[in-house]
């Protein structure tokens, strides 16, 4: 059978020669993609491992750059940051056309919806969450310069760089005029931080982008999709993973068609409960975190806008994308009323 994006003969064909103890590569199927990476389950008669590649098509240079994933799991592999384990690194693009990677597969789920937890439990459920915020402080936690990621990005004026360049994605995307977007800008510049503590940063980090084993005792056993990583201010991913959460009776944030329901289980921390947690697993003072969520909404909104630009130009399609495009203003008043209250 076909599968879009891989060229099974010379796939396996590589495999045998450097990846031998994987042993004899059998079949490959598509687990998910589309906008984002790609990524493949391959059986061989040893052991499951997965691929990643770029996404098929035309993609910026430096987007979807599968050695830097390759090199931040690598790097986290023998820290206590779960990962998948690093198998093998290609750049060779007349494998499958694109460089890719070769990780162990994770007996994990995915979880987006609050649904897919099965039975309410709210002791294990609030565990779960509790894990969530543990591991992102424990990303926060490594020492990126033993761990060899010293060149890995530029802590300094992190924040700064961000700003200039989400703000240069709006402009090549957006859709309208928005006077209050400008604003914001304009406020996040007055407001940044004096200075910030560089750590190793996701980029991206919710729920979803974790492998989870489910039961009396949850763990999240992986952290993936690493493409945004950097080195950065920790409070940045904090803000995000915050501006992804959904709180029950929050109709406003349940108009907004990202991320899943999940924050919103019997059990789940609250956004604020998750905070302090992450806190305490870090040892971060976050009295400023007002500013990172609407840095997270500034940049949520940026993101969404895009999605919503490529459904007018016909490039994307799916449930919901005609409406996605009503997002982007709530996104930006959100942002406006984390600036608005006293840091």
Known sequence: ???????????????????????????????????????????????????????????????????????????LAPTPVPVPEPVAFCADEEVVGAPF???????????????????PEPARTRRLAERLAEVLAAIHAVDYREAGLADFGRPDGYLARQIERW??????????DRPEYD???????????????????????RLDN??????PEPEILGVVDWEMSTLGDPLADLGLTLTYWHEAGDEERASIPVAGDVTTA????????????????????????????????????VIVEGIHARFRQGKTVGEGFDRIG?????????????LDQPS
């Open 1 to 75: 059978m076909t599968v879009p994006g891989i060229d099974r003969p010379r796939l396996f064909a590589w495999m045998g020669r450097h990846v031998p103890d994987a042993g004899e590569p059998l079949s490959v199927s598509l687990i998910s993609g589309g906008r984002s990476n790609l990524t493949y389950l391959i059986e061989t008669r040893e052991r499951r491992v997965v691929l990643r590649r770029p996404p098929l098509g035309h993609v910026l240079p430096t987007a979807h750059d599968m050695r830097r994933e390759w090199r931040v799991i690598s790097a």
């Open 101 to 119: 990677y070769l990780m162990g597969y994770v007996d994990g789920a995915a979880v987006r919806g609050r649904d897919e937890l099965g039975e």
């Open 167 to 176: 703000g240069q994605q709006w402009e090549r995307s957006k859709t309208a």
């Open 183 to 205: 604003r914001l800008v304009a406020r996040l510049r007055e407001r940044l931080p004096a200075r910030s503590t560089g750590t190793l940063v996701h980029g991206d980090y």
């Open 210 to 215: 974790t492998l989870v084993r489910l039961g």
């Open 266 to 301: 019997p059990g789940f921390l609250n956004a604020a409960e998750f905070a302090e947690h992450y806190a305490k697993a870090s040892g971060r003072d976050i009295s400023d975190l007002g500013f990172y969520v609407a840095f997270g909404n500034f940049k949520l909104a």
């Open 326 to 338: 009503s997002a982007v203003p709530t996104l930006i008043a959100r942002a406006h009323r984390m």
